[in-house]
């Protein structure tokens, strides 16, 4: 199995306080999946149905979602950031949902240059019922980022 994620938001402020920030956006993740699985038979050494039978797919495509931010800034300097993201779907014989959340912090040495630590986590669920046929995908990760900040 090979996965990749790709993700971009756009993001609206709609309230800014003197220290915070409330914005709210679309985002979306271009998924690039590739998947294959081999199997065979045999019976006490000997292979019964002419050897190994393998199957694989694949699925590139967007998954869009919802997105929901607050950045507090603690300091000119250093910068909270809480995002959020969410995206359900049900069509036909489909039935999925995505959902993400990072929580950041941002140091700014320069005007143009910082870094940033964060956590962040990412489930994604998708069910489609073919028939007798049901197939599910579910994956999810978590874990802790470190990251280089470069504003123009």
Same mark, same amino acid.
């Given at each position: 199995?090979? =996965?990749?994620f790709? &993700?971009?938001d756009?993001?609206?402020? *709609?309230? #800014?306080?003197?220290?915070?920030?409330?914005?709210?956006?679309l985002? /979306?993740?271009?998924? +690039? =999946?590739? *998947?294959?699985?081999?199997?065979?038979l045999?019976? $006490?050494? $000997?292979?019964?149905?002419?050897?190994?039978?393998?199957? !694989?797919?694949?699925?590139?495509?967007?998954?869009?979602?919802?997105?929901? !931010?607050?950045?507090?800034?603690?300091?000119?300097?250093?910068?909270?950031? *809480?995002?959020?993201?969410?995206? #359900?779907?049900?069509?036909? +014989? %489909?039935?999925?949902?995505?959902? !993400? %959340?990072?929580?950041? =912090?941002?140091? #700014? %040495?320069?005007? &143009?240059?910082? @870094?940033?630590?964060?956590y962040? /986590? *990412?489930?994604? +669920?998708? $069910? @489609?019922q +073919?028939g007798?046929?049901? !197939? $599910?995908? /579910?994956?999810?990760?978590?874990?802790?980022?470190?990251y280089?900040? =470069?504003?123009?």
């Open positions: 199995m090979n =996965l990749g790709y &993700t971009i756009y993001l609206y402020s *709609f309230y #800014q306080g003197e220290k915070w920030e409330i914005s709210g956006g985002g /979306a993740y271009w998924v +690039d =999946l590739e *998947f294959s699985i081999g199997a065979s045999d019976i $006490n050494g $000997n292979p019964i149905g002419g050897g190994p039978v393998y199957e !694989s797919t694949d699925f590139n495509g967007p998954l869009p979602y919802l997105v929901l !931010s607050f950045e507090y800034y603690i300091t000119p300097k250093w910068l909270a950031i *809480f995002k959020g993201g969410y995206f #359900q779907l049900e069509v036909g +014989d %489909f039935d999925g949902k995505l959902g !993400s %959340f990072g929580a950041n =912090l941002e140091y #700014q %040495f320069t005007k &143009t240059f910082g @870094l940033g630590t964060g962040s /986590a *990412f489930i994604i +669920d998708a $069910n @489609l +073919d007798e046929l049901k !197939s $599910n995908l /579910a994956y999810s990760y978590h874990g802790v980022q470190l280089g900040i =470069l504003r123009f």
